[in-house]
């Protein structure tokens, strides 16, 4: 079965970056689209990114736009989020999810998740 293994987390200062990356075994991402997902203490899971299965449609939520930038390389079978100006309020774990759809269409309800990475934005 499809597993996704998150990476990449950390802590850094505000504006310092991160690139996060999931990667898949079990099951190739050619036929997924890859959502990122973020869950702050106290707050509901929220989504970030998503980028469609062939990677030619790509969603950012408006607080991550112009700072975060999706990607996917499908030979390595990896999704990346790079991560720059980060702010404090970036601070949660980060899942990422599969769900599986057509080759242009975007994430709507992930079948598959990760375990999540930490992401600590703290002066």
């Known amino acids: 079965q499809l597993q996704l293994v998150e990476s990449g987390g950390g802590l850094v200062q505000p504006g310092g970056s991160l690139r996060l990356s999931c990667a898949a075994s079990?099951?190739?991402?050619?036929?997924?689209?890859i959502g990122w997902y973020r869950q702050a203490p106290g707050k509901e899971r929220e989504e970030v990114s998503c980028i469609s299965s062939n990677g030619a449609n790509l969603k950012y939520a408006e607080f991550v736009k112009g700072r975060f930038t999706i990607g996917r390389d499908n030979a390595k079978n990896t999704v990346y989020l790079q991560m720059n100006s980060l702010e404090p309020e970036d601070t949660a774990i980060y899942y990422c999810?599969?769900?599986?759809?057509?080759?242009?269409?975007?994430?709507?309800?992930?079948?598959?998740w990760g375990q999540g990475t930490q992401v600590t934005v703290s002066s």
């Open positions: 079990g099951f190739t991402l050619d036929y997924l689209a």
């Open positions: 999810a599969a769900d599986p759809r057509p080759p242009q269409a975007l994430c709507v309800t992930p079948d598959y």
